[in-house]
Structure formats: structure tokens, C-alpha cells
């Protein structure tokens, strides 16, 4: 028995000497007592991983991990929620960071207060040429287009160009229209110049802004970076680590990149290459331009307007304007050569389509030229209003890229526009996943808020911010909290390229990862849009 004792205890001491001496392998951090929702394949949680080299090494749980691995550092989540780092599938990151030097008009209840805005906004700057965005005339009592009358007694010398929230409409003053050289002679093609009684209004929607736009001075060098790290700030305080800029130039893409290789840009970036002929000649020849933090390889084209300025383009006229039926902002042929020559190359198309009509032209466009090709991932930007005819054509190589706050947001008015039954087919997210097997989520920011928990709200509640409507609107096109997670993370990857590298918490994938105050996947329904983030990591560095 003694023999036997001894002999045990021998071997204890054996096994614990050779644990001790075990040789671990260095690993950067290690988060552990986390509430970590992985949104691998199985959608699987986890307690604990490991970040090395600024991807994920392991991932497992905290007493297995520490058994293998020396770490330089380690961060108790202390039960925190923590999901893959959140991608925007559809914004306008550099126009955000613009925008934050211009006035800001969003949330305006009257014209009025539009108009005290400017004056403060010129009080304080005192710039040679007013600009800003975020009106919205359908949020006012009057629901007309504003005239430039005040404007033009207010600021008689002093161009102001301000526009609509959607960015498809502007309110200029004199001023502008003199210095853009527009008259009531001006033509209009693909937009509108508005009149009435023969004499200009302010109003200009889609195509005809470029004349207001083109008479600007462009933005100093020093203003475009201090944009795009202001829209960096401003997206990892929300938890974003990868944005998807949807229709940027050129040399805004080569600054991103210049800025990225500094290091003074973090954020990963996926950006869409703007159509306009000489974007498309220096891209389309080439291969796509890819780094860890930049992806250009897609173009965007614009298919029509937008719904709540009327330049949507739909089959049949508004329900609230009789004869009108909203326009496409080119040719079809144009956009079928477009679309041949972007499939004759390495690029992908995405296409912003908002009424039935150009949504259709679109669909069938796409699925003509990709017939013979499966893995092309060509995306509908909006995919706003279907007909029930054309739902058909969605799968994972025409992919709905929609934004769930545009619901909540047009809910008031849309039908209106749209009548009872069309109103049907739009806004239809369970639906297009349904049909698509995936849906890529975004905000449309600054259009929209930038919160992605406004959008996660959107999706799963169907209401607004004050929990208007009861019930939801439309709640059976309502998507699941997993539904929503996997269009702001994986999904969104996958509509990108990048399902190997992001959008999930798993072994080799880039450590982008954030922490919440809240159990986004728990928490009652209402408190989802006050969520807040603690902490943002990207390439496993703490950003926020």
C-alpha cells in the first residue's frame, strides 16, 4: 500500500514538472469572461480568444488557452458582450467627414429653422460659399419644396447650396444659380431644374446638381484628410471597423490609401469606385487595387433617384403626383454598356436602384450579363421598391445591399408615394433574404444616422426611435437578431470579397472586434438603439 502511494505521488510530481516545464506559445492578448457571439457558421459562442499578429489565433476557453499560450497581455471583458467589429455595407464616409465642416441641417422641423441654421452656421464661419445637407421637407408641416426667395434676401451676394437629406435634391440660392451660369433656358436631363411660372425656384434634383457642384471649389488637401479621420473617429465610436464608401473618386481613394499607409487611417475601408468616364479608364484596365485596409474593386452606378424628392423610377406614376413617374438617371443602353464593361473586367457592379421600374431594368441586366458567371456577387444598392415580379432575380450573385433605417424613416410618407399595393414590395428585407439567401446591411450614413444599433433596431423592431408603430411597420418583413447580425458582419464580408478575412471572430481572421455595454442579442427590443460601444479594436489594437 505504501509502495502504491509513493509510486502515485511520484508520478503527480512528474506531471506536474513536465506541465510547468511545458514550453507555451507567445500570443499578443488574451480576452477571456467574455459574451462573445462569434457569428461563425454554427453561430457558436465563446468565452475567450487569443489575437496574435493582429489576427485571431484561437479561440476557446480561458483555461484551455492559458494552457497553451504566454501573453503579453490580457483583458478581462468581465462578461461584456463582444461581437466581430461591425461593417457598413453601404455609406458615404468621406461625405460624412465633409459634412462635419459644413452646416448641418438634419432633424430641421420647418423651413425656417433650415433658415436659422444658415444664418448661425455663417455667423461663426463666414465662408465665401454656404453648403450643408440634412433638409428634409417631408418631416415639416409643408411638405413642399422650399423656395430660395428668403435665401436670396438674407444672402443676396453669398452662394448657399444646401441639400436634401437623400443627397438627390438641392436648394440653391441666386447667388449659386449665377455662378453655376443657371438659367431658366438651362436644360435638364435626368433631373429636374424646377420652375414655376417661368421663373427658377432653387430646386434642383439628380443629374443637373453637377452644375451647382462643378462651380465649387474643391476642398484643400488639409481638409480632405482632416474629413476622412473625423469619419474614422466618428465610425469606430459606433463600433464600425470596416466601411463600405459608396461612390468615391479617384483621388479621394489614393488619399485613403496614403493616409492608411501613414497610419494615421485604421479603419478598413471597401470602396466603390465612382462612374464618371475618367474613374473607369484608369480603373477597369487594371486588376483591383487590394491592402489590409483598402478594397477597390467595385464601381458604382446610379440607377435613378430617390424616393422622397420623387426621382425614383417606377412602372407606374406616383400615387401623389399624377403623371409623374420619376426618372432614370441615364439611358438604358448607357447603363447595359456600362454594365458590359464592368463584366468584361475584374470588377464588381453595384447599382443604386430605388423604384420598381429601375430595379427591374437592373435585374435583368445583371442577370443576362452573369449568366455564365457565379461568382461575380454584383449588388442592388437600396433595392427599395420591387415589383412582385422581379423578386425572382435575387440570389448570392445579385445581392439586395439595403438599409433598414430607410423604412423606419420613410414610413410616414412612403405610401403616399407608392399607393397601398406597391407599398408591398417595398422595404421587403425578410422577403429579398428569402429570396437572396443573403441581404448586406447598411446605414446609408450621412443620409441616415451613422448608429448601427439604429439599424439594428430598424431591422428586428420595424419602428422608430420613439417605438412608433406599435406593433412595427410592416413587422412581417421584420428580419431575426441573427438574421441582422450576419447582414452587419459576415454577410456584409461576403458581399465585399472578404469572408475569409472578416465579419466573424474565428482563427486566422483579422482581429476586428468590438465590446458592448449590452447583450444586443437579449435586451428588450426598445433599448437595442441606446446600446452603446465600450470598446473598438481593430488588427487587435484598441481604436476606442
Known amino acids: 500500500m505504501l509502495k502504491k502511494l509513493i509510486f502515485t505521488a511520484l508520478c503527480s510530481v512528474i506531471l506536474i514538472s513536465c506541465n510547468t516545464n511545458k514550453k507555451l506559445v507567445k500570443a499578443d492578448l488574451l480576452v477571456f469572461n467574455a459574451n462573445a457571439y462569434t457569428v461563425n457558421t454554427s453561430f457558436s459562442k465563446a468565452t475567450a480568444f487569443v489575437v496574435t499578429d493582429g489576427k485571431f489565433l484561437e479561440v476557446g476557453n480561458v483555461e484551455e488557452l492559458r494552457d497553451k ?11 461584456k458582450t463582444v461581437l466581430p467589429g461591425f461593417i457598413d455595407a453601404h455609406a458615404h464616409f468621406y461625405r460624412m467627414g465633409l459634412q462635419q465642416q459644413k452646416v448641418d441641417l438634419t432633424g430641421t422641423r420647418s423651413f425656417n429653422e433650415v433658415v436659422a441654421r444658415i444664418v448661425e452656421f455663417q455667423k461663426e464661419r463666414n ?26 434676401k438674407l444672402f443676396p451676394e453669398t452662394p448657399i447650396s444646401v441639400g436634401r437629406i437623400d443627397g438627390h435634391a438641392l436648394l440653391v440660392n441666386q447667388a449659386a444659380l449665377d455662378k453655376a451660369g443657371i438659367t431658366a433656358n438651362t436644360p435638364a436631363s435626368g433631373g429636374m431644374i424646377e420652375k414655376k411660372n417661368g421663373k427658377l425656384t432653387g430646386i434642383i434634383i439628380d443629374n443637373p446638381m453637377s452644375l ?9 488637401l488639409e481638409e480632405q484628410s482632416e ?74 452606378f446610379y440607377g435613378d433617384g430617390a424616393l422622397g424628392s420623387r426621382g425614383a423610377a417606377l412602372k407606374a ?63 442592388v444598392e437600396h433595392a427599395q421598391v420591387i415589383d412582385s415580379a422581379d423578386f425572382k432575380y435575387f440570389n448570392k450573385n445579385i445581392i439586395p445591399s439595403v438599409q433598414p433605417t430607410h423604412a423606419t424613416s420613410d414610413m410616414y410618407w412612403a405610401e403616399d408615394r407608392l399607393g397601398a399595393k406597391r407599398i408591398k414590395g417595398a422595404y421587403a428585407y425578410k422577403k429579398l433574404l428569402d429570396q437572396a439567401g443573403i441581404v448586406a446591411l447598411g446605414t446609408d450614413f450621412p443620409v441616415e444616422e451613422v448608429s448601427p444599433f439604429y439599424t439594428f433596431h430598424s431591422a428586428v423592431a420595424r419602428q422608430d426611435l420613439q417605438d412608433y408603430p406599435q406593433g412595427g411597420y ?66 487587435g489594437e484598441k481604436v476606442y
Open 69 to 79: 499560450y504566454e501573453f503579453n497581455e490580457e483583458m478581462d471583458a468581465k462578461g
Open 127 to 152: 465662408v465665401d460659399y454656404i453648403t450643408g445637407r440634412g433638409w428634409d421637407q417631408n418631416d415639416w408641416e409643408n411638405k413642399e419644396f422650399p423656395t430660395k426667395d428668403t435665401l436670396d
Open 212 to 220: 451647382i457642384e462643378n462651380s465649387q471649389d474643391e476642398p484643400s
Open 227 to 300: 474629413a476622412l479621420l473625423e469619419a474614422q473617429k466618428i465610425s469606430f465610436s459606433y463600433g464600425l471597423t470596416t466601411v463600405v464608401d459608396a461612390g468615391v473618386d479617384r483621388s479621394t481613394i489614393e488619399l485613403m490609401d496614403s493616409l492608411q499607409k501613414e497610419g494615421s487611417l485604421k479603419i478598413r475601408l471597401y470602396t466603390m469606385i465612382s462612374n464618371t468616364p475618367q474613374n473607369l479608364d484608369y480603373y477597369l484596365d487594371k486588376v483591383p487595387y487590394k491592402t489590409e485596409r483598402l478594397n477597390v474593386r467595385s464601381v458604382k
Open 317 to 379: 406614376a406616383y400615387s401623389d403626383k399624377a403623371n409623374h413617374y420619376g426618372a432614370l438617371l441615364s439611358p438604358v443602353a448607357d447603363f447595359a454598356k456600362t454594365a458590359e464593361r464592368v463584366a468584361a473586367s475584374k470588377f464588381q457592379l453595384n447599382t443604386h436602384a430605388i423604384g420598381d421600374s429601375a430595379n427591374a431594368v437592373v435585374l435583368k441586366t445583371y442577370t443576362e450579363l452573369l449568366k455564365d458567371d457565379t461568382d461575380r456577387r454584383w449588388r
Open 474 to 539: 410592416m413587422k412581417e418583413q421584420a428580419l431575426s437578431r441573427e438574421e441582422t447580425l450576419k447582414g452587419m458582419t459576415i454577410w456584409a464580408a461576403y458581399s465585399n470579397f472578404e469572408e475569409n478575412e472578416k465579419g466573424s471572430i474565428e482563427q486566422g481572421k483579422f482581429a476586428d472586434f468590438i465590446i458592448l455595454d449590452k447583450d444586443i442579442m437579449k435586451v428588450p427590443e426598445t433599448e437595442i438603439s441606446g446600446i452603446k460601444v465600450l470598446q473598438t479594436y481593430v488588427n
